[in-house]
């Protein structure tokens, strides 16, 4: 049984042209220990769900034949989870990383030796609503061969920024200096663009057949490289919600934003949501007078007796 959307995006690509979905999700996850001592980070419960399984979603949504996860640290753990895709809807596949190989590199290593298909990439710890269709229908429009998604932020020197022209064509990729970064934590804003990479990317077979099958970074090299030699790299800013799930306090927002419904995704968080605006699992009960605010989320068998108030995201 496939599992159940919310809203399917709009999505149009060239007729005939099948797209494969690329997930990163190598990393060690360090910022969310003891969280990911034991699971790799893209498997982290959100609102009480894996949280690959909202990307997996959003990119077969999108339109995505098969789903290649690019995995490393307990990677054993995320094929265990999703097996060969059947319970999701979509064909799944898996390149295990010997070694840690970059963003770059990650994404040459999960298609090799498969047939050539535009990709969408998605970082493994990116929660957004952008439209993917909007950003694929951009991307054909304008006969690119690398999109990049971007996002515009108050502070974003921790990041790095993208310079963008005009015409939509990514200019230089900017690494914040150690001041900068400084200035950032103070809370301080940032000068000159603040557009930053959001973590998705639209890529041609024949510009992934360039990156080379070692360690190497997308921002820092590959991309750098290709634009000096005058590829088509345009860049695309995302409307909508956008969150990097990868510290402590962004990992608790992520559960605030789907419980609230601040972020839309193509996938539900688990349950039911009530007329009151909380989320109650199966076989969970509640009094008639117990108080409970909305965002709240009541788990399985879970029994709210009278008079209970709860408030915030629980």
């Known amino acids: 049984m496939c599992l159940p959307f919310l809203r399917v995006q ?15 999700a190598g990393g060690f996850g360090t910022r969310l220990r003891p969280l990911t001592l034991r699971r ?41 989870h999703f097996g060969d895709g059947s319970r999701f809807g979509v064909r799944m596949r898996y390149a295990m990383e010997h070694e840690p190989l970059g963003t770059a590199g990650a994404i040459r290593n999960a298609v090799e030796g498969l047939p050539p298909m535009r990709c969408i990439v998605f ?46 064509r990514v200019q230089a ?13 103070r809370g301080e804003p940032g000068e000159g663009s603040d557009l930053i990479n959001a973590g998705i990317y639209i890529l041609e077979p024949e510009l992934i057949a360039r990156i080379p099958l070692r360690p190497c970074s997308i921002e820092r090299e590959f991309y750098p490289q290709i634009l000096r030699e005058g590829v088509p790299v345009f860049g695309y800013e995302g409307r909508g919600f956008w969150l990097d799930i990868g510290r402590p306090s962004q990992y608790m927002r992520a559960t605030r934003a789907l419980l609230s419904g601040e972020v839309h995704t193509a996938l539900a968080p688990p349950g039911t949501r009530t007329p009151d605006g909380y989320w109650l699992m199966h076989e969970a009960e509640v009094e008639p007078d117990a108080e409970i605010e909305p965002g709240c989320h009541i788990g399985a068998s879970a029994c709210i007796e009278s008079r209970v108030r709860l408030s915030g995201y629980t």
């Open 10 to 24: 709009s999505f149009a690509h060239k007729e005939g042209t099948p797209m494969r979905g690329v997930i990163i």
């Open 40 to 80: 790799p980070k893209p498997l982290i419960p959100v609102a009480n769900r894996p949280f690959l399984e909202y990307q997996v979603a959003q990119l077969r949504a999108a339109g995505a034949e098969e789903i290649v996860f690019a995995t490393n640290y307990l990677a054993d753990r995320i094929e265990a």
């Open 123 to 168: 970082n493994g710890d990116i929660l957004t609503d952008f439209d993917i269709g909007a950003i694929v229908r951009n991307h054909l429009e304008r006969d690119a061969q690398a999109t990049l998604t971007l996002y515009r932020v108050q502070r974003p020197h921790p990041y790095g920024v993208i310079q963008v022209a005009d015409d939509g």
């Open 173 to 185: 990729f900017i690494e914040p200096s150690e001041e900068q970064k400084r200035a950032a934590e």
